[in-house]
T-cell receptor, first 112, second 114 residues
Framework: GDSVTQMEGPVTLSEEAFLTINCTYT??????LFWYVQYPGEGLQLLLK?????DKGSNKGFEATYRKETTSFHLEKGSVQVSDSAVYFC???????????FGQGTRLTINP | DAGITQSPRHKVTETGTPVTLRCHQT?????MYWYRQDPGHGLRLIHY???????DKGEVSDGYSVSRSKTEDFLLTLESATSSQTSVYFC?????????????FGPGTRLTVL
């Protein structure tokens, strides 16, 4: 079945460090890929998305590129801030299925 | 702001009691979803709806039922709550029913079953 695997957390970095959170997927069709972010005590917010191979999603300094050959959608940011501390979820959706499949989430903590 | 509210936001109940959680949206979107969030599992789909009185099961539907009698409200019911249903529950909507299935989430309900 369709599934998403994220790197194990928690991840702790210092402010201004480079961030990578790995995400790989298994899908039977041609999925759309998403990153969601959850700040403490809140619901999930869509951070970025990519709907076809080689698309790059970007938002708030975060980027992720849809790599079909490696079935990956890694999240990156060049210089993190304390305010980026949150839980990040990678997710996929198969066209027509009207459902999202989530990874287990990666907790990120940024220290000043 | 996707115009989604959930009620209650927090609830503590005892094993064996019925519990109903409400999700309300203000923009008449067709697709609505209920998820539960547990450590190490991410979000898992319980049930979803694709219109009034049209619902389907997700991957963890056992012990849960849903109803949608109006476009704006999607109710999740635990007929007889168990401790394994202690979780944070999120409602979501799909604003376009699009092929990309972009979803937007409510603030969540934290349920504790003692």
């Amino acid at each position: 079945g369709d599934s998403v695997t994220q790197m194990e957390g928690p991840v702790t970095l210092s402010e201004e460090a480079f961030l990578t959170i790995n995400c790989t997927y298994t899908a039977t069709g041609y999925p759309s890929l998403f990153w969601y972010v959850q700040y403490p005590g809140e619901g999930l917010q869509l951070l970025l998305k990519a709907t076809k191979a080689d698309d790059k999603g970007s938002n708030k300094g975060f980027e992720a590129t849809y790599r079909k050959e490696t079935t990956s959608f890694h999240l990156e940011k060049g210089s993190v801030q304390v305010s980026d501390s949150a839980v990040y979820f990678c997710a996929l959706s198969i066209q027509g299925a009207q459902k999202l499949v989530f990874g287990q989430g990666t907790r990120l903590t940024i220290n000043p | 702001d996707a115009g989604i509210t959930q009620s209650p936001r927090h609830k503590v109940t005892e094993t064996g009691t019925p519990v109903t959680l409400r999700c309300h949206q203000t923009e008449n979107h067709r697709y609505m979803y209920w998820y539960r969030q547990d450590p190490g599992h991410g979000l898992r789909l319980i049930h979803y709806s694709y219109g009034v009185k049209d619902t389907d099961k997700g991957e963890v539907s056992d012990g849960y039922s849903v109803s949608r009698s109006k476009t704006e409200d999607f109710l999740l019911t635990l007929e007889s709550a168990t401790s394994s249903q202690t979780s944070v529950y999120f409602c979501a909507i799909n604003p376009g029913g699009s092929s990309y299935n972009e979803q937007f989430f409510g603030p969540g309900t934290r349920l504790t079953v003692l």
